[in-house]
């Protein structure tokens, strides 16, 4: 068998030895390059290998398209109809800048930002979903030594100007959609000085937001512009120099920024690098939709940039044909090679497929098991598969653009039977483990290393250990897989919490070792299992415990599950659920088995559709070899979408199901493929 990590050094206090990944079991690597050690230093050696090359792709709103269209809606449980306009996208095709333009535009911007008055180490706030305007933003404050500070979109005005006052930004860059969102903050904010937005021009917005205290707002043209007038040599930031203050949103409390520095991100870029360097080049090209606010995006863009792959930005509002007009959805209009996924992503596309499937006469769908199981058995064993991929899983890549090559999952657990059907039907999906505080990068699944129920081996620069966690028996002793605390450390972990000693303290040893609080087990292989947080792990009264957030991976699998959040209880022995059921699937079921209930709400609470849907889950669970402890007692249907609002008040022991709190997107992404 071959391994993928190795032991290094003596046996760790309170634990197993330390590992590294093959590839670096001398040291962990530092650097892809050795003209490359900041994120100015990326940009700059693809320019001068990649310099007319496609860089970044991006697409214009043409219009919105207006259809009437006429809905049933059930009140009372009477049947009414009603005209409602639903607005579709109308989007241009990909337009592209090279690798050259965009590193002129990116130092136009950081003169522009240095014209206004910023000193070198200024920390700018940007506040954006993912655009090619907020890469641009970033490298051009790059280009002058400033910081940036990074906040969701979804973090709420409270976070976000929580992480503007804690940070005292003199700038915030913006989209004009959330200029209103800034104007309520911005007169709360003392160091605020300058709001630039992207966008068509606003002047109502930008007048209201001038009659605070802030000196001046402008778009990103006419930064851009005053950059051009006022040209000035770059201040080249220093490896250990600030880059990045990132804000992570949590259950409870404000928003904590991670501190980042060049040399943390780059390391993350030079071990990767070192991992995927041979599957990965030039000619690849990446969609870019998860928000850039998240760690796991902006390692793996910027490790885009480095290897000289295209990006072309995309909306998880127009991923799909579903929600354009007169053109294709971005996946099929940029038809990408590499992806970056987060769960809820790959269990819409997998729900997606499996519907149209459901839809198909008998013998259809008898056809396309059939071709699932053999594809299934042959891509097990490595062998291949060319006809049935042509004649069966031909069209389903199409829905993806036809050429994706293998995609990653990260932010959160992907369920078993997921990544198996979507490696099946479309690419392998590779998993991954990181966290805000290592880059994104603990361990990754190397497209050799590929199989399920892993995470990977660890990434080049870094190592980890498992340390014994006595109350809950994970001991590096356990046998035949030692088991344990997942520790990491290397160059590309953070240093701490801006302003937050006390939670640095508790995250970070003196040794530098970052306490993840996810519990893992090694295979023999050298890759990582993760088993669960230990903030997850809950005792039950028959004395054993049970893993929440592996088991929501596993019910969210579930055709009638739309979102699922499990709850446990010490007192008890068996798990309960809320679930957010698929009302299409739901009313489907009704309508087959003689449910006669057309008001939504009362459907929800009828005992022959609660009972449809927990035996659903139930199966779900026992394929998936649940322990009889895991096996759900019993379940709620939830008739309405949760939302931040909504679930304020779910702060039980696990909340991981109610909002995805890893990349903020969990309220965006639910039917969009």
């Not at 937001?209 to 770059?234: A, C, H, N, Y």
């Not at 080249?236 to 520095?261: A, Q």
Request: charged share 25%; aromatic share 8%.
């Amino acid at each position: 068998m071959k391994n993928f990590s190795v032991e290094v050094g003596p046996p760790q206090p309170n634990g197993g030895r330390i590992r590294r990944s093959v590839l670096a079991a001398d040291g962990v690597v530092r650097v892809p390059d050795t003209n490359v050690h900041t994120l100015y230093d990326v940009l700059q050696n693809s320019v001068k290998k990649y310099g007319d090359k496609k860089a970044f792709g991006s697409r214009r709103l043409e219009k919105m398209v207006e259809e009437e269209k006429e809905v049933t809606k059930y009140v009372n449980g009477v049947e009414t109809k009603e005209k409602k306009v639903w607005k579709y996208f109308q989007l241009s095709g990909y337009e592209y800048i090279t690798y050259k333009e965009a590193s002129d535009m990116a130092h136009a911007i950081g003169n522009g930002f240095a014209a206004l008055g910023l000193q070198p180490k200024a920390k700018v706030e940007i506040f954006s979903g993912t655009n090619v305007h907020w890469m641009l933003t970033a490298h051009g404050l790059f280009t002058q030594n400033m910081t940036i500070v990074t906040a969701y979109e979804t973090l709420g005005e409270d976070g976000l100007l929580h992480s503007m006052n804690e940070t005292e930004v003199e700038a915030i860059f913006t989209t004009v959609d959330l200029l209103p969102v800034v104007s309520r903050v911005a007169s709360k904010c003392p160091s605020l000085k300058y709001v630039v937005y992207s966008g068509e021009p606003n002047p109502e917005s930008a007048a209201k937001i001038k009659s605070t205290q802030i000196q001046d707002v402008l778009t990103l043209d006419e930064l851009i512009e005053t950059g051009k007038k006022f040209p000035r040599e770059p201040r080249r930031p220093e490896p250990e120099d600030l880059c990045c203050i990132m804000y992570t949103s949590g259950s409870t409390g404000n928003p904590k920024g991670v501190i980042l520095s060049h040399k943390n991100i780059v390391a993350a870029i030079a071990g990767v690098d070192r991992l995927l360097c041979r599957v990965v080049s030039s000619a690849d090209t990446m969609l870019a939709y998860l928000p850039l606010a998240h760690v796991l995006e902006l390692t793996v863009e910027s490790a885009c940039v480095y290897w000289g792959v295209t990006l072309g930005y995309a909306s998880v509002r127009t991923l799909t044909d579903a929600s354009v007009r007169n053109c294709k959805g971005d996946i099929k209009e940029f038809r990408p090679t590499l992806m970056t996924g987060v769960p809820a992503v790959w269990e819409s596309i997998r729900k997606g497929i499996l519907n149209k499937i459901n839809s198909a006469s008998p013998s259809a769908q008898k056809i396309f098991f059939k071709a699932y199981a053999t594809k299934a058995w042959l891509f097990e064993r490595g062998m291949p598969s060319k006809i049935l991929d042509a004649v069966v899983f031909s069209k389903i890549r199409e829905q993806v653009g036809g050429r994706l090559r293998f995609a990653l999952s990260g932010g959160a657990p992907i369920s078993l039977e997921t990544q198996k059907f979507l490696s099946v039907c479309l690419c392998p999906i590779l998993g991954g483990f990181g966290m805000t505080e290592s880059c994104g990068m603990s361990t990754v699944m190397a497209p050799e290393q590929f199989g399920y129920g892993h995470v990977g081996a660890p990434v080049p620069c870094c190592e980890i250990k498992l340390v014994d966690v006595p109350d809950a028996n994970y001991f590096s002793t356990n046998y035949p897989k030692p088991q344990g605390e997942v520790w990491v450390r290397g160059p590309s972990i953070t240093h701490g919490y801006w302003k937050r000693e006390d939670v640095t303290k508790e995250t970070i040893t003196e040794d530098q070792w970052l306490r993840t609080g996810d519990v893992g087990e090694w295979n023999e292989d050298g890759t990582l299992v993760l088993l669960d947080r230990i903030k997850n792990l809950i005792k039950l009264s028959n004395g054993e415990y049970i893993a929440l957030e592996k088991l929501e991976s596993i019910y969210k699998s579930c055709l009638f599950v739309n979102n699922l959040c499990v709850y446990a209880d010490s007192l008890l022995a068996k798990p309960v659920a809320l679930v957010v059921p698929v009302e299409a699937s739901v009313r489907k079921w009704a309508s087959e088995n003689n449910v006669d209930e057309k008001d939504w709400e009362k459907l929800c609470e009828e005992p022959a559709v609660k009972k449809a849907v927990l035996g659903a889950l139930l199966a779900q669970g026992k394929e998936a070899g649940l322990k009889p402890a895991e096996m759900l007692f019993d379940i709620h249907l939830c008739h309405e979408e949760w939302t931040t609002e909504s679930v304020s008040g779910l702060t039980g022991p696990s909340d991981s199901g109610a909002k995805d709190q890893k990349t903020g997107h969990q309220q965006e992404i639910p039917g969009t493929a």
